[in-house]
């Protein structure tokens, strides 16, 4: 939670502030602006606004942008007991899993997912062996990062599962 505490300070009878000094944490990804109004006091001692937008003064260095999938493996062609693999952009939080699909051409499979400990690298084991034909991993904009940012734009990339010929 984000609060703030403000005073007037007199630093001169000619010269007068109002200081607001913000306390907690500010979200990452939002655009911040102060619209501020000071008090100057005419040659006649009348009280002066001067009204000024410091957007600037009050945005913080935190924007986040958005992940995106760098890279899927695998690339084309994968064994019928294959691990396929997502990597990120930047580190994912845990439910960014519930965004990423593995479907064969009728279904969409079962799988297990695990992070690897940077979370940008996520392992889907089939909870069964593929049979050959193509498949297509795709990974939807719910997917967010570990300051809560949505994937760039949705991915999506095939393979296909062949079987390996015996040796004669």
């Excluded at 606004?49 to 493996?73: G, L």
């Excluded at 034909?133 to 734009?153: C, F, I, P, W």
């Amino acid at each position: 939670m984000t609060t703030t505490s403000s005073a007037w300070l007199t630093e001169n009878k000619n010269q007068n502030r109002f200081v607001t000094h913000l306390v907690g944490t500010l979200a990452g990804g939002v655009l911040y602006a102060l619209l501020a109004t000071s008090c100057g006091v005419d040659p006649e001692g009348r009280a002066v606004p001067e009204h000024f937008d410091a957007p600037r003064a009050a945005t913080p260095e935190v924007m986040t942008e958005a992940p995106e999938v760098v890279a899927a493996m695998p690339e084309a062609v994968a064994n019928p007991d294959v691990i396929a693999k997502v990597v990120f952009s930047a580190p994912m939080q845990d439910a960014a899993e519930d965004a990423v699909t593995l479907t064969s051409e009728t279904e969409l499979l079962a799988v297990s997912a695990a992070w690897d400990t940077s979370h940008t690298v996520l392992a889907l084991r089939p909870l069964t062996v593929l049979s050959e034909g193509d498949y297509v991993l795709t990974v939807d904009t719910s997917a967010k990062n570990s300051d809560g940012v949505g994937l760039a734009a949705p991915f999506a990339t095939s393979f296909a599962v062949m079987m390996q010929q015996s040796k004669p």
